[in-house]
């Protein structure tokens, strides 16, 4: 049996193919030194490797070194690797093979495989390779909430129920979620990125406790307090946001998933078994399987399919900088309050809910018309759960709208007003969502505004902007509006 290569992100049992393998994991410095990753996020990699690495105990060869090519040359055997999860990634294992024997395999830790993917995506004909369209052929394909040949409660999508205005209390109510318990590995993690750090490596955010499994064990734990605790509210509040409550009743499973700790499937049929045994309704369950057999695997598969330069596509022409308070994760960069507290959020734990991502600091940058280049790699750079993978098709795709709508047929673009409905923030703001104009105009719904008129003729031939087109025809004042934001216009 060959020795398998893994990568920090295929750390569970299902990326050997017998628990006796060999193994060599590679913890290669470089990366740390070229990008700013968030201090958690670098803590929550390298815990993992390392937790992973003393699971496996002399099976492995571990190595730290500044490069994989230098940990490489100090392996004299034949290997084999798992397809990797980027794009950079794939051509260093491709140079790789044409030196040595490295056998490369096809990807694992996905629930639709790469070929299921293609014939799927072929079979369209041309047509829109839509994620709903994707997500039930999943659910038919797994057999995953399905009675026969019809999808369990008789519709196959509940985002109707799931989009509920946040409740008029502070919170859910609902308990604190199980977090991990730190140990002396990490306490080893936190040593090395210290010295890192002294040394000139720079990160962003703040260093804290560990909130994100890094074993299998911690995983399953984190998973089964997910089911029994929040999945069952998961639905009805899951585009809702309340600023004392960060965790509401989200999952915050996609870092172990994302590090290969979890397998999707595992995750949904711990739903579902939940659903058939009465503890959580319908709408919830569905919600989750739909993000994760479908919105996740639709990512992983059109960041391929899409091919390499998809991530340069610019269709907006945005190409303002990110400014360096964003990018440092500094709230005191803004007085807005909702896009404040999931910046501070994001400092705090490396991690916020998709709607403060998609409503809020994706919002705020289409509006702003900041590079969504910039903004991919803010997001890879600064989230736990952020890979390239991940980030390329939501940022450019779904939240910039810079492939030209290829992956959503209109911009998800907001005014103040949806963060107001869907927020508890607007109350606490020093803005007004209902203002556009003057001291107190809400920078959400004035850039909305301004986001129109600088797209007005793309956005006008498109059937689903054309109702937004001519209310802003319609719109008094928009010369005030326009040389109150020049540099929106
Ligand atoms: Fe955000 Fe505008 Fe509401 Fe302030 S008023 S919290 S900036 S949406």
């Known amino acids: 049996m060959r020795r398998r290569w893994l990568f920090g992100d295929q750390l569970g ?59 490489l040359a100090q392996v004299d055997e034949p290997l084999d690797v798992l397809q990797p999860t980027s794009w950079e990634a794939l051509h260093l294992v491709d140079r790789l093979a044409a030196e040595r024997d490295i056998e490369r395999l096809p990807a694992r830790g996905y629930a639709t495989s790469r070929a299921d993917f293609t014939a799927w995506a072929d079979a369209r004909g041309g047509r829109r390779l839509l994620m709903e369209d994707f997500y039930r052929d999943a659910r038919i394909r797994l057999d995953v909430l399905m009675e026969g040949a019809e999808p369990v409660g008789g519709r196959w999508n509940y985002d109707a129920e799931n989009r509920e205005k946040p ?10 979620p199980s977090w991990p318990v730190e140990d002396e590995i990490d306490a080893q993690v936190r040593e090395d990125l210290d010295r890192l750090e002294r040394e000139g490596v720079r990160f962003v955010g703040e260093d804290g406790r560990r ?41 915050m499973l996609s870092a172990p998933v994302n590090l290969g700790l979890l397998d999707p ?12 045994a009465g503890e959580a309704p319908i709408n919830a369950v569905e919600g989750f399987v739909r ?47 909702c896009l404040s507290s999931a910046l501070t959020s994001v400092r705090e734990d490396g991690w916020a809910h998709h ?59 907001g005014g103040g007003n949806y963060i107001n409905t869907m927020s508890d923030h607007c109350g606490t703001c020093v803005y007004d ?23 007005r003729e793309r956005f006008a031939r498109n059937h689903r902007m054309a109702r937004s087109v001519s209310a802003l025809d319609q719109l008094a004042h928009l010369d005030v509006l326009v040389a109150e934001n020049p540099e929106l216009a």
């Open 167 to 176: 409740p008029r209390t502070r919170t859910l109510g609902l308990p604190e």
């Open 265 to 276: 499937l595992e995750e949904v049929d711990a739903a579902v078994e939940a659903y058939r």
């Open 433 to 455: 969502p209902k203002q556009r104009l003057g001291e107190k105009a809400c920078p959400f719904t004035a850039g909305y505004w301004m986001f129109l008129h600088r797209n």
């Open 355 to 413: 709607i403060p991502r998609l409503m809020v600091l994706s919002n705020y940058a289409l509006l702003q018309g900041w590079s969504p280049q910039q903004m991919t790699d803010w997001f890879h750079r600064s989230f736990v759960d952020g890979y390239d993978w991940v980030m390329v098709p939501n940022v450019i795709g779904m939240s910039q709208h810079a492939d030209g709508g290829v992956l959503a047929t209109k911009p998800y673009a």
């Open 211 to 251: 909130r994100f499994a890094v074993t299998r064990a911690e995983a399953l734990n984190a998973l089964d307090d997910f089911v029994q605790h929040r999945l069952a509210t998961f639905g009805r509040y899951e585009d809702a946001i309340l600023r004392e409550d960060r965790w509401m009743s989200h999952s």
């Open 13 to 71: 049992p299902q990326f050997l193919d017998d628990p006796d393998q060999p193994v060599l994991m590679i913890e290669a410095h470089r990366v740390l030194r070229r990008r700013a990753f968030h201090r958690q996020k670098a803590h929550l990699v390298l815990s993992a490797m390392r937790h992973r690495a003393a699971e496996l105990g002399d099976r492995v060869t571990y190595l730290v070194t500044d490069t994989y090519r230098e940990g």
């Open 291 to 337: 993000q994760v057999i479908g919105w996740r695997d639709y990512i992983w598969h059109l960041y391929w399919y899409l091919g390499e330069d998809y991530r340069d596509r610019n269709a907006l022409g945005a190409h303002r900088d990110v400014p360096g308070w964003f990018v440092d994760l500094d709230p005191s960069g803004t007085d807005a309050a």
